[in-house]
């Protein structure tokens, strides 16, 4: 491609595959040298999209739109929020990830722990991946998960919340919608990993399938399920929501399982993302087959 050319869907997408089906870094390091992930769903959201100011009034003023965080990282090549695009990814777990999860009761299982830590390695070397390239083809762009200013601060309604939110950026892209345990429920399920890029690019946003942003749990959707409810270890997720701190907590812990039991450095838990009507799809019905269809909801009324 030739420097400073238009970028493509197809191009961005392409790239992103050809890195997981070659890139020696997609592996899970275990004794068969599995690789971490084999496929993946790309989204695009424009940078102007009120929905990023929409996050910004309801997550607190610290959580950064697209034009904030490119513009503080790349301000030799500054852009109006019109003239960005948020590429965002999901990459979904392995059906061996997720079926060997699926027994875990308390602590994840070998292949979720190694996937938390050396899948999202391939992930943030994903980020770095796209970004580097969209330069070298004469587009500014940045991840904002990878830039030294990204932080986690206090959050008096959230417990806490980080500067730039993955999922937030794909349910931005049409990728998904929230459910009950906080997980973003995709055509591929919750059980997934996901990542962004901000470029200074124009490629048609992704349209959102969806008019409510928890469209695709079912407890949202009919009041059944709570399936994650009872696959929580410590009690976390209630029929009020996701109690963060109390998942933090019971991450930090099986930081010391993993290394005892599995003989790495590492930590995770999962167990809400697997044996869940939401493991590796949309469950409702209506919502999955409209999608299946290719069908948009209506527009919301007018304002009064
Ligand atoms: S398990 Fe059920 S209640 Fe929980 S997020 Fe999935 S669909 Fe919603
Ligand atoms: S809410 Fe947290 S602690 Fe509970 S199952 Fe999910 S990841 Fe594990």
Known sequence: MKNGADISKDWIENLIRDFIATSPQNTMRNMTAEPAWDDVLVGFAYGADPIWQ?????????????WEVFNQHCRQKSAGAEELTVISWVLPQRALVRKANRKAKKYPAEEWARIRIYGEEFNAALRRHVAKRLEQVGHAAIAPMLVSSWTIVNSERFSYASSWSERHAAHAA?????????GLITAKGKAMRVGSVVAKISIEPTPRPYADHRAYCLFFD??????????????????????????????ARSREYVKKTYKFEGYGCGLCQV???????IPVKAAREALERGELPPPPPPLA
């Open 275 to 281: 044996s869940v009507p939401c493991e590796a799809g």
């Open 222 to 251: 009919n009041g059944t399920c709570g399936k994650c409810i009872d696959r929580c270890p410590v009690r976390a997720i209630t029929e009020v929501g996701h109690d963060k701190e109390k998942c933090r907590q019971h991450l």
């Open 174 to 182: 049409g990728l998904g919608t929230f459910g009950l345990c906080d």
């Open 54 to 66: 929409q996050y910004k009034e309801y997550v607190g003023a610290f959580h950064w739109t697209p």
